[in-house]
């Protein structure tokens, strides 16, 4: 007879609007196929996000157990948030957008500054501590340009 695999943590990633988690797609899937109670995860999420900006998309990494309990960790909103936000570029579709082919078109323009303040706000990050603040100066520029932005001293 075959063995029986050891259960392990399972991880779902997520990004979420702050405060704005309902048990409908994308969450209540991801989370349902695991076992959660994805009505619980929505109750929590929105508690620990209820300081923020309302719609800002937050990454949450959810650890789902063995015996289907869960506890998750919010990260920094996405960059590409962060710059479009910082640019000021209008919703479209009531979602910020970049531009439809990078390189070719630009949607705004993004100083220095907001490029280093952005990259401050990511090397809080647990994960990202570890980087140099001039990397991540770097990473930020290029998901700029990625978005359709240009970047200007």
């Known amino acids: 007879m075959a063995r029986r695999p050891i259960a392990r943590d399972q991880i779902v990633k997520l990004i979420v609007a702050a405060g ?10 991801a989370l349902g196929s695991k076992g959660v109670k994805s ?11 209820a300081h923020m900006t ?3 998309p937050i990454p949450a990494r959810v650890t789902v157990r ?28 009531s979602r910020l957008r970049g531009g439809g082919s990078a390189g070719k078109e630009s949607v705004g323009e993004v100083t220095l ?3 280093y303040d952005i990259a401050k706000v990511k ?26 932005l240009t970047v200007v001293p």
Request: net charge positive; hydrophobic share 30%; proline share 9%.
């Open 20 to 29: 704005q988690a309902s048990p409908s797609p994308p969450v209540g899937p």
């Open 39 to 49: 009505i619980d995860f929505c109750k929590e999420f929105n508690a620990r996000t």
């Open 54 to 56: 309302p719609g800002v």
């Open 66 to 93: 063995p015996d289907r309990s869960f506890h998750f960790e919010l990260r920094t909103p996405t960059t590409s948030h962060l710059l479009l936000q910082a640019a000021g570029v209008k919703e479209r579709k």
């Open 113 to 115: 500054k907001h490029v």
């Open 123 to 148: 090397h809080s990050e647990l994960r990202l501590s570890g980087l140099s603040l001039e990397g991540l100066c770097k990473s930020v520029i290029a998901q700029a340009r990625s978005c359709g």
